[in-house]
């Protein structure tokens, strides 16, 4: 069956910087758009960062635009989120999201084309 594993998430101090991977297995990894999202205590999820299958396309929500950066590497199915200058607001649990259309990153604006999910690593980011 289809498995997205996060790994990469702590606590950090505000300005620091953590890396998180998500593995994927049973799946073409190439077949997907991936994603991450994230949902603080009390409020929605929301997508954060996606990349289309090539990563020719990327999307970031404008809160985390020149501070994160996603990638991937089809060779080890393996995505990438690095989160730098962290502030706070960015503690939430982060979640790894697999759409199958993969030339759009419109999977990130609307968590309806999500067709799996992870089980989510947490970030904590202390003032």
């Known amino acids: 069956q289809v498995q997205l594993v996060e790994s990469g998430g702590g606590l950090v101090q505000a300005g620091g910087s953590l890396r998180l991977s998500c593995t994927a297995s049973?799946?073409?990894?190439?077949?997907?758009?991936m994603g991450w999202f994230r949902q603080a205590p009390g409020k929605g999820r929301e997508g954060v960062s996606c990349?289309?299958?090539?990563?020719?396309?990327?999307y970031y929500t404008d809160s985390v635009k020149g501070r994160f950066t996603v990638s991937r590497d089809n060779h080890k199915n393996t995505l990438y989120l690095q989160m730098d200058s962290l502030k706070p607001e960015d503690s939430a649990m982060y979640y790894c999201?697999?759409?199958?259309?993969?030339?759009?990153?419109?999977?990130?604006?609307?968590?309806?084309?999500?067709?799996?999910w992870g089980q989510g690593t947490q970030v904590t980011v202390s003032s």
């Open positions: 999201a697999a759409d199958d259309m993969r030339y759009t990153t419109q999977m990130c604006q609307n968590e309806a084309l999500v067709n799996y």
């Open positions: 049973g799946l073409t990894f190439t077949s997907y758009t």
């Open positions: 990349i289309t299958w090539s990563g020719s396309v990327t």
